[in-house]
Every structure is written in structure tokens, then in C-alpha cells.
């Protein structure tokens, strides 16, 4: 059985949901990001001291894209295709770490994670205008395909669109980004992601 270390309000939810759309079994191992991960037996799985980690039999894993990749490749298409459709996925999703996430981050530390004094309006707004520009680039990509790679979810989708989750959960203005709110709207209203949703908007 897959072990997901973590807890579903912290990024863990983007491997609760992959394992969902891959429709495997797992077991929630739960940790606490800020009071459970840097302890002996948790650095053994994670030792960035942070959350999600993953067991699968032998084979330990942190860094929650790189275990949604794991768990897409052991489920096969269509959440994994093959051939360059495989590459497609690793753009978008690498896009999605380094791209998308650090500027999603900063809106979302000066907007709503961080006590309100303790926002800063001038990094909010930075992290905006940076998150815009990406978004301006999915919109474009979006004309014409319901998904990342055309008609079909992957696990592409269910990266980006995790990595997006907060913003889209805590009311980012989406502006002209019309198509990706609509992906969003897409993504995050599946079967698997509303299973995923119900565990971490209960706890
Ligand atoms: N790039 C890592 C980031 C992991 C991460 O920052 N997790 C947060 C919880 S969502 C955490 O464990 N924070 C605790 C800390 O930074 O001390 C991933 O995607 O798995």
C-alpha cells in the first residue's frame, strides 16, 4: 500500500488527488508540516524536514510533483501518456515548480497564509504581476484544448492545477485569465479532485 506522509492541508493534497485520478490504494500517514516534520523518524522519509513524503514498498520519495510523476507512471495512460506526450508532461510540470509556484507562493503568503500584519501589499502585488505573466501564457495555451495535452487530464493537470489550488481556493482575481479559471474550474471539480478536496476543506 502507498504512504503518503503528511497531512491533506499541506501539499500532500496534490498526491491524496494523484493517487485518486490513478485510483490506488493509500494509507495517510499524518505529520504535521510545522510540528511533525523535523523529527528523527520523519527525516528518515523526508530529510528536507518538510511535507509530503512517500513510501511505495522500497522505494522512498519526497517532492510532491516528483511522487505525482511516480504514481502516473505506475498507473499508466492516460494519466501518464507515452512517447512525446511524456515530455509534454515534464514541461508543464517543472514549469509549474519553478515557474508558477514561486510567485504563486508570494501572493499567497502576503494575501492569506500570513497573519494579516505580517503581509506586505508590495510582495502580494509583486507576486501577482509575476503569476499574471505565467498565467498569460497558459491562457494562450489554452485555446482550444480542455486539458494541458489536448482532450485528455494527465497528471500534468493535476500538478499545475495543485500548484494553483490556493489561489483558486482563496479567490484570486483571475481578470482576463477566463480559460485558465475555467481549466481550474475543470480540474479541481473531477471525481478524484473533489475526493481529495472534501479531506483537506474538512480538516
Ligand atoms: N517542494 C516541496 C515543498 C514542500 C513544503 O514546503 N512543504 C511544506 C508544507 S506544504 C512544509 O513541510 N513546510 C515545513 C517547513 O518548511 O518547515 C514539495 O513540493 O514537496
Known sequence: MIRLHGTPKSRTFRCIWAAEEA??????????????????????????????????????L?????????????????????????????QWTLWAATEVEPAAMQWAYNSYLR?????????????KAGLDARLDVLEEHLKG??????????????NLAGVLYGAWANKYDWGGHTRVKAWLDRCLNRPAALRARALREAA
Open 23 to 60: 485510483g490506488f490504494a493509500y494509507e495517510i500517514v499524518p505529520v504535521d508540516a510545522m510540528r511533525g516534520a523535523k523529527t528523527a523518524e520523519h527525516l528518515k522519509v523526508n530529510p528536507n524536514g518538510k511535507v509530503p513524503a512517500m513510501e511505495d514498498g522500497a522505494l522512498v
Open 62 to 90: 519526497f517532492e510532491s510533483l516528483a511522487i505525482n510523476l511516480h504514481l502516473a507512471a505506475k498507473a499508466g495512460p492516460p494519466l501518464m501518456p507515452a512517447g512525446d506526450d511524456a515530455s509534454r508532461v515534464l
Open 115 to 127: 497573519p494579516p500584519a505580517e503581509r506586505d501589499p508590495g510582495q502580494a502585488a509583486a507576486g
Open 145 to 158: 484544448r480542455d486539458f494541458l495535452l489536448g482532450p485528455a487530464f494527465t497528471i500534468a493537470d493535476c
